[in-house]
T-cell receptor, first 113, second 113 residues
Framework: AQSVTQLGSHVSVSEGALVLLRCNYS??????LFWYVQYPNQGLQLLLK??????LVKGINGFEAEFKKSETSFHLTKPSAHMSDAAEYFC???????????FGKGTKLSVKP | SQTIHQWPATLVQPVGSPLSLECTVE??????LYWYRQAAGRGLQLLFY??????ISSEVPQNLSASRPQDRQFILSSKKLLLSDSGFYLC????????????FGEGSWLTVV
């Protein structure tokens, strides 16, 4: 069965600092992995997606994530945080052939000036 | 291009009253459709998904129901709301198959009083 664990429900960084949001997955088959971002009172927006084409995936807004099979991880990073990055971030893994995704509980990112 | 809309955006309903949230997708045919609920600190909970007209799968037993009367229309209903039904409801869609991105609507805030 597939599952996702996001370490840290809240992360706070200073503007300009490195952003690191952690995600570990469990999957019995080669996984498809996703990061979504949710701004307050809005739906979720796709940041990036891993499909096995490349282990380092670049997404929108300067974010990227690296797939590490040995560590079963798919951590999200951004070299320099911006105030506009303050949001909640969700990691997700595909659920077999049904097309559904299993989401982590989310990590709320705060950016201090 | 494909778009997804759900309404109403916000509603306040008394306990015991009925509920109807609607969602439509444009620009695609035979999508998979989903209803998620997001409660504070609990991440995204999949409530229902549908792979075709009249085909509904329920993930969590509760007093909510879903229907898909047309190919691109998905409705979330309740005959009698409970306080615990309060939350942010998200409709979503994707194309069937493994690893396809799920696209979300803008969300509906439900407060049961």
């Amino acid at each position: 069965a597939q599952s996702v664990t996001q370490l840290g429900s809240h992360v706070s960084v200073s503007e300009g600092a490195l952003v690191l949001l952690r995600c570990n997955y469990s999957s019995s088959v080669p996984p498809y992995l996703f990061w979504y971002v949710q701004y307050p009172n809005q739906g979720l927006q796709l940041l990036l997606k891993y499909t096995s084409a490349a282990t380092l995936v670049k997404g929108i807004n300067g974010f990227e994530a690296e797939f590490k099979k040995s560590e079963t991880s798919f951590h999200l990073t951004k070299p320099s945080a911006h105030m506009s990055d303050a949001a909640e971030y969700f990691c997700a893994v595909s659920r077999g052939s049904q097309g559904n995704l299993i989401f982590g509980k989310g990590t709320k990112l705060s950016v201090k000036p | 291009s494909q778009t997804i809309h759900q309404w109403p955006a916000t509603l306040v309903q008394p306990v015991g009253s009925p509920l109807s949230l609607e969602c439509t997708v444009e620009g695609t045919s035979n999508p998979n459709l989903y209803w998620y609920r997001q409660a504070a600190g609990r991440g995204l909970q999949l409530l229902f998904y549908s792979v075709g007209i009249g085909q509904i799968s329920s993930e969590v037993p509760q007093n909510l129901s879903a229907s898909r009367p047309q190919d691109r229309q998905f409705i979330l209903s309740s005959k009698k709301l409970l306080l615990s039904d309060s939350g942010f409801y998200l409709c979503a869609w994707n194309r069937g198959g493994t690893g396809n991105t799920i696209y979300f609507g803008e969300g509906s805030w439900l407060t049961v009083v």
